[in-house]
């Protein structure tokens, strides 16, 4: 009887624990405020008088759920910032759709992170659908690759088309942001791998490159026969 009210009590401090350890990754960034805050892809946002709502996306190729945003008003601008966690990307997807209450008349919405701001709105010329998309962009001139793979410092992902078929050539597919903010944090630059596979996930070529986030965004281009190199005429 004791051992087994000792395994319930064991159970019971483990239960709270992970409550804990997870109310923790999913409310307590927001003691980081703007400091803890990511950008975001915004799909729409809409200005009411005692409101704003906002719409938008993850805008890295890694999966990272959305975990809430961090806000505040301030002399009829309405800063605010967003946060996403690799974590509950796990079950949770990176889309939001949030409502701000506002006191005031609200003439901007500023889009406000660690590193930067920019206005997304304000009432004169309304909606600015810039993103906050710095980081690798990776242009095809073949039409047999299926997927890009990027990986760095740990970390890696890929991107396909959700119809399984080969992916759109003479376009910047862009591949990621977070190693903007990792070049940044670290104020180095960061060595990363490009890969590129066919539908049957062979590998076509692969290259390594390093990301400078002083320099800005960085625009790469698969050449027809098979190599990755530096696009310097590059456009997002």
Not at 170 to 186: A, T
Not at 199 to 206: I, Q
Request: hydrophobic share 40%.
């Amino acid at each position: 009887m004791k051992t087994l009210k000792k395994i319930m009590t064991m159970i019971v401090i483990l239960m709270v624990v992970v409550t804990v350890v997870f109310l923790i990754g999913r409310f307590g960034w927001k003691l980081g405020g703007f400091h803890a805050c990511q950008g975001a892809g915004i799909t729409s946002l809409e200005v009411n008088e005692k409101d704003v709502h906002i719409t938008g996306f993850y805008p890295g190729s890694f999966p990272e759920g959305f975990c809430g945003y961090y806000a505040k008003e301030e002399d009829g601008t309405l800063y605010v910032g967003f946060h996403f966690s690799a974590v509950f990307g796990f079950f949770e997807t990176g889309n939001f759709d949030i409502t701000i209450p506002v006191k005031n008349k609200i003439n901007e919405v500023v889009i406000k992170t660690k590193m930067n701001e920019f206005p997304i709105w304000n009432k004169e010329t309304g909606l600015n659908f810039q993103s906050d998309r710095n980081g690798v962009y990776v242009k095809l001139e073949r039409n047999d690759v299926y997927s890009i793979s990027m990986s760095y410092a740990g970390s890696s992902g890929s991107m396909n088309c959700t119809d399984h078929t080969a992916m759109d050539c003479g376009v910047y597919h862009f591949i990621d942001n977070d190693i903007m903010m990792v070049s940044k944090d670290l104020e180095t630059v960061i060595p990363f791998t490009i890969s590129v596979k066919d539908a049957d996930g062979k590998e076509l070529v692969s290259q390594d490159f390093s990301f400078d986030a002083s320099k800005g965004n960085m625009y790469l281009l698969v050449t027809a026969e098979g190599k990755i190199m530096e696009d310097n005429n590059g456009e997002e």
